[in-house]
């Protein structure tokens, strides 16, 4: 009996270092880690102990007895990983529990930002004696995109929260909810009061098509439009109606392969996620039965992984289909050209919901007088193709924004940067006490596992700075940053605060037998948080 990895797999790798015979590939380091859709286990260098099961914070390891029927194919691609990739002998890694450098007991951090790359951090850094982390988040929330990116029904994604509130709970970390950097607080007074700042604020904008018509209503960005499903409260006054039957989402990653199914799942499987209910109720009404996924390129150059194109192949009452003339040029890249050319055969019928996946089209513009009523695409051949569609989502990046006091680079839309450590791009030189982690640091790319092998950088370069000695000792003792916020009258919610939210929203799913019924107001966050 061996282990089995499957959909859901997070790549943080905290499965790596629990297994005693070091079959799991690929590990942090390793050539392949930062770009691997997920993490394998050898079925036959498996000895069946079961610790990765236990450490997986996402709960996508399973006996190969116990594999859901849906993850079925996931025995064969663990196995499949390490006929290409055999594993070798003599190459167990060493793990080495981090400390302070001789000369120094004490050492205060702040996080800028609660999502996976702030958290990550804020973990491995409470983990070392002497540390102290203060998180700074601007919501009355924590955790980022897991909490308002991630798909709803993506719930065992979600379970990594998990994972990050115990690294909250810890009694080193301070929380500084429902505070803004650069408004209540600027980043020297941080520095004023911290060893070192690492800026994890990930990446706030979205890239735009750049095509006449973009600002048509009913054209979404993917970012908007998943915010407003998950409850973000800066998205609760938006609303989504779509008079026709087809949608149109341009984009071929991850992010669009979300939005296509979120817009034709069941009511009754929303029902059962932690949608927000504004959105619950429009998506309940509304008549999408179509959307099409368009790419600008081939299927080879596809951005999804291969799990959530397979998931969205086995969804109940909704047919994958293909254009079998743009499936069938495409080189053959194993099973997710296997998965493609079973869209481009309609054979096995359809279902009266259906997503179609597009190759080879090129938005030129977007038409309408109100609202949105068409696309029109330049393909391959140089014909030009409209397609009828009543909502268009943009799903073709995120981009991170400038924040004043953090050099920027307006090209990749990131912080420049040296193993994490802040450069001033105008003189090539560290900037003293400012880090970065995350979608700011290596752009828009990567799962919620890539962040820890980000912060891991950041945070070794940290200790390797302050054994340098090359970190300034904070001018304020501890209690010195709580005094500041009060006496500007900022609204803090505290590591108390945030577990009235949680709790109070955990009790209102309860009801309903939801995971959780969040608050999309900030005054009822707030409120809630005050007790």
Not at 336 to 355: K, N, T
């Amino acid at each position: 009996m061996a282990y089995v990895i499957t959909q859901g797999c997070c790549n943080d790798g905290s499965c790596v270092p629990t297994c005693p015979v070091q079959c799991i590939r690929p590990r942090p380091g390793d050539p392949d880690f930062t770009h691997t859709e997920q993490l394998y286990i050898d079925p036959k260098a498996c000895i069946d102990c079961g610790a990765c099961m236990d450490a997986c914070p996402v709960e996508a390891i399973y006996p190969d007895y116990e594999v859901p029927d849906g993850y079925s194919d996931y025995t064969d691609l663990n196995a499949e990983y390490f006929e290409a990739h055999p594993l070798s002998g003599g190459d167990v890694p060493s793990y080495t529990r981090r400390v302070l450098a001789e000369g120094h007991d004490s050492l205060r951090v702040a996080v800028v930002g609660s999502g996976p790359a702030g958290m990550y951090a804020t973990g491995l850094l409470s983990e070392i004696p002497g540390v102290s982390v203060s998180v700074f988040e601007r919501l009355p929330t924590p955790f980022g995109l897991i909490r308002s990116g991630v798909a709803p029904d993506h719930t065992r994604t979600k379970s990594i929260a998990d994972r990050f509130g115990d690294y909250l709970s810890r009694g080193n970390v301070s929380c500084y909810f429902n505070v803004e950097v650069g408004r209540d607080i600027t980043l020297p007074e941080l520095l004023e009061h911290h060893h070192a700042v690492i800026w994890a604020g990930g990446a706030a904008a979205d890239r735009t098509l750049g095509v006449p018509g973009e600002n048509l209503d009913g054209v979404w960005s993917a970012r908007d439009f998943v915010a407003w499903y998950n409850g973000h409260p800066e998205f609760a006054d938006r609303s989504f109606s779509a008079d026709g039957n087809r949608a149109v989402v341009v984009g071929n990653g991850n992010v669009a392969l979300d939005v296509a199914r979120t817009l034709l799942l069941s009511p009754d499987v929303l029902r059962q996620t932690d949608i927000s209910d504004a959105a619950l109720d429009a998506l309940s009404r509304s008549g999408i039965r179509e959307v099409d996924i368009v790419a600008r390129r081939g299927p080879e150059h596809a951005a999804y992984s291969l799990g959530e194109l397979l998931a969205l192949s086995k969804l109940d009452g909704i047919s994958l289909l293909a254009e079998p003339s743009e499936v069938a040029a495409a080189p053959d890249h194993g099973r997710r050209h296997e998965i493609l050319l079973r869209a481009a055969d309609e054979a096995g019928g359809r279902s009266d919901r259906v997503i179609r996946l597009r190759f080879g089209l090129e938005p030129v513009s977007i038409e309408g007088s109100d609202r949105v009523e068409s696309i029109t695409f330049r393909r391959t051949d140089g014909q030009v193709e409209t397609i009828s569609a009543a909502a268009v989502f943009r799903a073709i990046g995120y981009r991170g924004l400038e924040v004043d006091g953090l050099p920027f680079d307006p090209v990749t839309a990131t912080v420049p940067h040296d193993a994490g450590r802040a450069v001033d791009p105008a003189s090539g030189e560290d900037v003293p006490g400012l880090y970065c982690s995350g979608w700011i640091k290596r752009g828009p790319r990567g799962i919620i596992g890539t962040n820890k092998t980000d912060a891991t950088e950041t945070v070794d370069s940290i200790l390797q700075d302050l054994a340098a000695d090359r970190l300034t000792e904070p001018g304020h003792d501890p209690a010195a940053l709580a005094e500041l916020l009060a006496a500007r009258g900022v609204n803090v919610v505290d590591k108390a605060g945030w577990q009235r939210i949680d709790e109070a929203e955990k009790t209102r799913g309860s009801g309903e037998a939801r995971p959780r019924k969040k608050f999309v107001a900030l005054s009822d966050m707030l409120r809630t948080a005050r007790g």
